[in-house]
């Protein structure tokens, strides 16, 4: 289930009655999963908390927290968010991902997706075909072998981080549109957690 942090009425995080968790616990319907969104450009230094409901989410502990982050390319692929990473997994080793453990982290989202046209206004304004894979926080475009590299980056820092510290790692991996796997596989790094 798609979600995100502090929903208190029957709309999401955009005010919008398209993807609520408020609406599915209102509704009887099981959460399995919630997906949270950090900014762009930043890694954040605690783990999310789960989503503010009432009723409150059953079954809260057995849900699985999903965390995308949006760090910058060139910035992570130079050690740029090593320290801010470290604090990061500090905080879900001590926490336990606020939530038992049972969490993942993927790096971006459905990043295949045309950029906005706010993003690439050329594009929009000329008709012309714009290239898929969003744009990081610097407008540099996501590529897939861009997108893939951030993914194994995270993918091994995060195993090396568990590896040295102890505790259990969140799975890591990329979250993109799988109804169309032929364009979404480009963007999807191999040898990833899910």
């Known amino acids: 289930m798609r979600g995100c942090n502090g ?3 029957d709309v ?9 968790v408020q609406g599915y616990v209102n509704n009887g319907i099981p959460i399995t999963g919630v997906r949270h969104y950090c900014a762009t450009g930043v890694i954040p230094a605690t783990w999310p908390s789960v989503p503010v409901t009432s009723p409150t989410i059953p079954n809260i502990g057995d849900v699985s927290m999903c965390v995308s982050i949006y760090p910058n390319h060139d ?27 049972r969490a993942m982290l993927s ?35 996501l590529t897939g072998p861009r997108i893939q590299a951030m993914q194994t980056y995270v ?38 957690d899910f």
């Open 107 to 141: 790096t971006w989202h459905e990043t295949s997706n045309y950029p906005s046209c706010t993003e690439d206004p050329v594009h929009c304004g000329q008709g012309s075909a714009p290239t898929r894979g969003k744009l990081d926080g610097t407008g540099l475009q």
């Open 75 to 101: 910035q992570l692929l130079n050690n740029g968010y090593d320290d801010d990473l470290n604090t990061f997994l500090k905080d879900f080793k001590t926490n336990g991902g606020a939530n038992g453990g």
């Open 12 to 20: 999401d995080c955009n005010k919008k009655p398209d993807d609520p």
């Open 155 to 192: 993918y091994n820092f995060v195993k090396n981080y568990f590896l040295q510290n102890g505790g259990t790692a969140p799975a890591v991996g990329a979250i993109d549109i799988g109804g169309f796997f032929d364009r979404a596989k480009a963007f999807m790094a191999p040898g990833l």
């Open 7 to 9: 929903i208190a009425t």
